[in-house]
């Protein structure tokens, strides 16, 4: 059973497109007033007839935001385990034919990692690979949440789709979180990225969402890649997946992230998909007055900044300081990176600019032996 | 003066620390509203780390503490998060707070029950977060519940007394005090509830993500005394028509 999957592969995406580049700035106005705002209303808010709307969007967003989450800023940081990849991906720095320096760190190298971490400040960590079953896979993971708790209260995991089963004993090991993004959810484009590997599976991954909602998960991430294909519609499609997840699995928490497309070693991809910072920002106020309680989370591929105005406008979790490869903060080393960062200054300097906004950088919000 | 679980409060207006920009602001707005008791959610609290700014600032003032267990999907959570704030805070006091729905954070009835049950046994003063609904309430009093905090709206909602017609009941057939938790978005809201005999009213959301919360928390504090005095002075009976002040028919009274 994966009726959130399901709903999803029942939408007509040509129609969607039609639709969104069709809306009048009467629907726009309407969304804005909307009660309740449905995906009508979304499609309205992302299409170019909001454009002229972008500072009305930005202040219902940022009075959402205040009224939900306050002034404060979840704090994140990624750890990658394993820049290791059995997927042939033609924008993705980790991608199988890429002549890069493999590595998957071992347990003193995870403890090496998690104590850099911590002086850091952090308490959540996402834990990121690359995507490789046989070698990260079920059994190095739960030995890395295990080795990981008692240093972090929250864990949250950014690997290849997993099985049900799979999932079950992550919880049970201390796993708060898992995002999996869909990167697109156009089939055909999918498949004109995803050349090689278990990756190209697009149902099994878009099934993720189901599997982790049957069990419980604490919190699902969902997202699409910015840059691949069409932003409008594929951002449509995650606020979808977001609103069908609610519905269907209504326990768990949900978040949206908004990666866009970044440089990377060996990358054939030309970026003619690419939304500018205005419409990166339409997209997350969008988000944001669709779905006034759902956290959205932005990572170091932005600038500072971009990062410290849209602070104020509708995130609420974010990273810092983040290296995008394996042991990089025990002792970096460019050559093993997934992308580049945009965002390159230390987590105290990020929380520096947050206090600055009237935001509180919140560093702990998670009681170990449950996720809320 | 409000008498909870043999504690004696002067101000009616309990408060939150969530959503401040930071600590020391938190503090200033507690002191502002005046309020005694200062519900913090454990799960803020990070206990890997010798100080948090925010106990540190709330243990310098004149308040009781009142952990709530916020985050908790499961009796059983909730449970583990009460425990640990009577080991870590000393107190017995706790905000049983059980939402498993994310979007609307509504509490769970069956499992905010069965975990008051649980507390009450182990000696904690509970103080549940529920819905408006007076049944549920007479089982939670029942349970030994210290107090029964139904919700006016959904948390940080700011749509104020949608139950009003059921926190009246509540207050009716109440014998533990009525404090309404949730909801409450403006100042007259807060003095409606006092109005209707709530015996106090928590109040996060509405101060702290303001844009200026010492001034939004001494707002709420005249206003939660204005509705209690209001309250005990006896409002007059509301009606459809008009009741004239000399009646026509004042002189058929024997004089």
């Keep these: 059973m994966t009726p959130v999957a399901d709903a999803l592969n029942n939408q007509d995406q040509d129609d969607l497109r039609l639709s969104i580049y069709s809306k009048k700035a009467m629907d726009v106005v309407s969304a804005l007033q909307a009660d309740k705002p449905g995906l009508h209303d979304f499609m309205a808010l992302v299409s170019p007839a909001a454009e002229p709307f972008i500072e009305s969007m930005a202040q219902r967003a940022a009075s959402l935001t205040r009224r939900h989450f306050g002034h404060t800023m979840q704090m994140f940081v990624p750890l990658y385990l394993s820049n290791l990849c059995a997927n042939e991906c033609t924008y993705c720095g980790f991608t199988m034919s890429n002549r890069i320096k493999r590595k998957v760190l071992s347990s003193d190298e995870i403890e090496a990692e998690a104590l850099a971490i911590r002086q850091m400040g952090f308490n959540s960590v996402l834990l990121v690979t690359g995507e490789h079953e046989t070698k990260v896979g079920l059994e190095y993971l739960i030995a890395a949440v295990r080795l990981l708790k008692p240093y972090f209260s929250h864990l949250m995991l950014e690997v290849q789709p997993m099985s049900e089963s799979d999932y079950a004993q992550l919880i049970r090991a201390g796993v708060d979180g898992v995002l999996v993004y869909q990167e697109t959810y156009h089939r055909r484009t999918y498949a004109d990225y995803h050349l090689r590997g278990s990756k ?58 908004f990666p866009r497309l970044r440089p990377c070693a060996g990358s054939v991809h030309e970026q003619q998909q690419m939304l500018s910072d205005k419409q990166l920002v339409q997209l997350i106020c969008a988000h944001r007055i669709m779905h006034p309680q759902v956290e959205l989370s932005l990572s170091t591929r932005e600038s500072p900044h971009f990062r410290d105005h849209v602070s104020q406008l509708g995130i609420t979790s974010m990273s810092a300081a983040s290296q995008t490869q394996p042991g990089g903060y025990a002792s ?26 009237g935001i509180e950088p919140v560093w702990h919000d998670w009681l170990h032996g449950f996720s809320g | ?69 916020s985050g908790a999907r499961t009796a059983d959570e909730a449970v583990y998060a009460a425990r640990l704030s009577r080991e870590l805070l000393e107190t017995r006091w706790v905000k049983l707070e059980i939402h498993p729905d994310q979007r609307y954070l509504l509490p769970d009835p069956i499992e905010t029950l069965r975990a008051a049950e649980k507390l009450v046994a182990e000696g ?132």
């Design chain 1, 200 to 257: 190209q599976d697009f149902d099994w991954r878009l099934q993720t969402g189901d599997r982790l909602g049957r069990n419980g998960m604490a919190k699902i991430g969902v997202g699409a890649l910015l840059g691949l294909s069409d932003w409008r519609v594929d951002s449509t499609m995650t606020a979808l997946h977001a609103r069908i997840l609610q519905q269907t699995y209504w326990r768990s928490r949900y978040s949206v992230a």
């Design chain 1, 332 to 357: 970096a080393n460019g050559a093993l990176e997934q992308f580049s960062t945009e965002d390159n200054r230390p987590a105290s300097q990020v929380a520096a600019a947050l206090l600055d906004k």
């Design chain 2, 124 to 255: 904690f003063i509970v103080l549940p977060y529920c819905s408006a609904d007076p049944v549920l309430c007479k089982r939670l009093e029942e349970a030994g519940c210290a107090a029964v905090m139904p919700l006016g709206a959904p948390i940080g909602s700011n749509r104020g007394l949608l139950t009003r017609d059921f926190i009246s009941m509540i207050v009716e057939q109440a014998s533990v005090p009525v404090v309404v938790d949730a909801g409450i978005g403006k100042p007259s809201d807060a003095a409606a509830a006092m109005e209707l005999g709530v015996d106090a009213v928590l109040i996060n959301s509405a101060i702290a993500a303001s844009a200026n919360p010492v001034a939004m928390a001494e707002a709420f504090a005249s206003a939660v005394q204005a509705g209690r005095q209001a309250y005990e002075a006896g409002l007059g009976v509301s009606s459809q028509q008009a009741q004239a002040s000399s009646p026509l028919t004042a002189f058929l009274e024997p004089l």
């Design chain 2, 1 to 69: 003066m409000l008498t909870l679980a043999q504690t004696t409060f002067s101000s009616r207006l309990f408060t939150g620390t969530g959503k401040f920009a930071n600590p020391q602001l938190m503090a200033r707005t507690i002191a502002a509203s005046g309020s005694e008791l200062v519900t913090l959610a454990m799960k803020r609290l990070d206990l890997r780390s010798a100080s948090d700014a925010t106990l540190a600032q709330l243990q310098a003032l004149p308040v009781t503490l009142l952990p709530n267990t």
